[in-house]
Each structure stands twice: as structure tokens, then as C-alpha cells.
């Protein structure tokens, strides 16, 4: 067998385990036996195509799997003890990946999924292979939104370490800024309409950051479903609302990334005015603590 077989035999098997992984692994989903199904079945086809569009530098095909050029690929490096963040938009993931002059493909264990209205995580150990032997690995959180074109990836953060890097992360420990800091902040700054310090909480402007009911049903823009255009859209709509999580949960993942999973609900002088779920993911950054790197809202 060639080696290049091999890599196609080994991709093939990690991604039928994947779906059988997949069968444990469903949380806090409202809906019959075969919904849960389908929803197991398309996120699992997603982390497969993942892997096989990447592993064969198919970039068209992998765009695909993207809501749009407006997802965000968010990369922790640990380097000798100091994280390293990039931020990447989807095409310039694709055209980072479809340079490379090697063969590369990643196995994942350990593969988590929360699923609530609309909206999906999922949380995964990955180890890379480079020309068949190990390479980068790491941990990676995905954040998905259900459209009318079946699930999508919003974004995906990954916190990966070198091989040859010996630093003992344990003994560093995590990050000193708690990061359900970031979720008091985010009440604050909305009561104050404080837009710049609002906006300072996500990793850039950019972020993907928006509200939908049962499922994103319009066309994504960068333009309106970031965080700037969030809070914009808050103030006009509820003047003087603010944003209130309940349930709040976050999920440290390999000591650079996080998961967030919470309800709330959104209230002016008058009330509660809208309530629903949400779904995030955070990164940790050299000088800053941690920043929103994408954030969805569930509208009941």
C-alpha cells in the first residue's frame, strides 16, 4: 500500500469513528428521536468533510462548509510557554491550507457536542499528521448555525502546540482573568451604550456576533452580523436594553480557548423583551484575558 493509500485508508476510518462517537456525545437538544438523528448525522458529515477537504487541499469544497467568507479561523499557538493568536477570515484559512507542500490530515477524539436551538458546539482533541508522522495538536472548538442549506460553521478556535515543545502548561497555569469577567462586562457596557468598550470585548470587530430565531435564514454580512453591528442593532431596537445571562457555563479548553453555553433574555425599563439561548466560543490573549471569538443568539 502507497502511502498516499494509507493517508486515504486512515482518513476513512477516523471519520466512520467519528460518527460513531457522535452517538454519545448529543447534549441539551429539544427534539424527537429523529431529529436527533439528522442532527448527528449532518454534524458528523461536516467534521468528515472537514478533514477530507483539507487533506486533499480542496478548497472550493471547503468553503462550503462555511456560513461564509465571514467565519473566523482563530489559532492559539503555544510557543515556548507564550500563546500566539491569528485571526484568519474562511478564504484566507483556505488559501492558507491549500498552500502547503505536504500531505497533512487530523485524527479527533474526545468529540463533545452541545446542540440547542439553531446552534451547535462542538469540542474536540485533534493530533495532525504531517507526511505520516505527528505533527500539531491541540484542541479545537467549532460553532455551527443551522440555515436553510443545512448546518454551517461559523467559526472554528484552536489552541495547538508544537511537537518538539516541551513547556510544562500545567505549571503555568490558566489565565488570571476569569473569563465569566467578560460575560459581566458584556451587561455593563451595554447598560452604559458604551460602544467601544463593548466592541473591546470580542477578539476584533469583526467577530461574528448575531441573533436569529429557529434558524439563520438570511444571507450573512460582514457588514451586519458582527460585533459592532450588534450592539448597534440592540440600542435602535431596545433603547436602554440590556443583555442578561442566566445558566451561564464556560468550558475552559486547553487553557487558551473556551466554550460558553448560557440562556438570556434582553429587558428595557418596561421588561423582558426577548429571551432565548446562546452559544460562544473564547480565546485567550497574551495581554488582554479573554475575548469573545464568536458569539449566537437563539431567539425563543
Known amino acids: 500500500m502507497t502511502l498516499q493509500s494509507l493517508f486515504k485508508t486512515s482518513l476513512l476510518f477516523v471519520s466512520t469513528t467519528c460518527l460513531f462517537l457522535l452517538i454519545g ?11 436527533q438523528k439528522e442532527t448527528r448525522e449532518a454534524l458528523g458529515k461536516i467534521l468528515q468533510d472537514f478533514v ?6 480542496d478548497g472550493a469544497n471547503h468553503s462550503q462548509l462555511y456560513v461564509s467568507n465571514g467565519s473566523t479561523v482563530n489559532f492559539v499557538l503555544k510557543s515556548n510557554g507564550n500563546p500566539v ?10 488559501g492558507f491550507f491549500t498552500s502547503w507542500d505536504y500531505e497533512y490530515f487530523p485524527v479527533y477524539s474526545d468529540i ?20 505520516g508522522q505527528p505533527d500539531l495538536f491541540g484542541n479545537d472548538i467549532f460553532l455551527y448555525v443551522k440555515t436553510p442549506d443545512g448546518w454551517k460553521i461559523v467559526s472554528l478556535s484552536s489552541t495547538i502546540t508544537a511537537p518538539d515543545d516541551t513547556t510544562d502548561y500545567d505549571a503555568i497555569g490558566p489565565l488570571e482573568a476569569s473569563p465569566y469577567m467578560v460575560f459581566d462586562h458584556f451587561t ?25 430565531q429557529k434558524e ?41 480557548t473556551a466554550q460558553v453555553s448560557s440562556s438570556y433574555n434582553l429587558k428595557n425599563d418596561y421588561g423582558i ?7 460562544a466560543t473564547l480565546a485567550g490573549t497574551p495581554t488582554d484575558g479573554w475575548k469573545i471569538t464568536a458569539m449566537l443568539f437563539s431567539i425563543k
Open 25 to 35: 456525545c448529543i447534549d441539551n437538544f429539544g427534539g424527537g428521536p429523529r431529529k
Open 52 to 57: 477530507i477537504t483539507e487533506e486533499a487541499k
Open 85 to 94: 493568536i491569528t485571526n484568519l477570515t474562511r478564504d484566507q484559512w483556505i
Open 112 to 131: 463533545d457536542f452541545t446542540i440547542k436551538r439553531g446552534m451547535a458546539l462542538d469540542s474536540h482533541l485533534f493530533q495532525g499528521f504531517r507526511d
Open 188 to 212: 455593563r457596557t451595554m447598560e452604559q451604550q458604551d460602544f467601544e468598550a463593548f466592541t473591546g470585548l470580542f477578539i476584533n470587530e469583526t467577530a461574528p456576533c448575531f441573533r436569529f
Open 216 to 256: 439563520f435564514d438570511v444571507p450573512y454580512s460582514q457588514d451586519a452580523h458582527t460585533a459592532s453591528a450588534f450592539f448597534r442593532e440592540t440600542q435602535e431596537k431596545t433603547p436602554g436594553g440590556t443583555i442578561n445571562f442566566q445558566a451561564l457555563k464556560i468550558e475552559i479548553k486547553d487553557q487558551y
Open 273 to 279: 423583551v426577548e429571551k432565548g439561548e446562546i452559544l
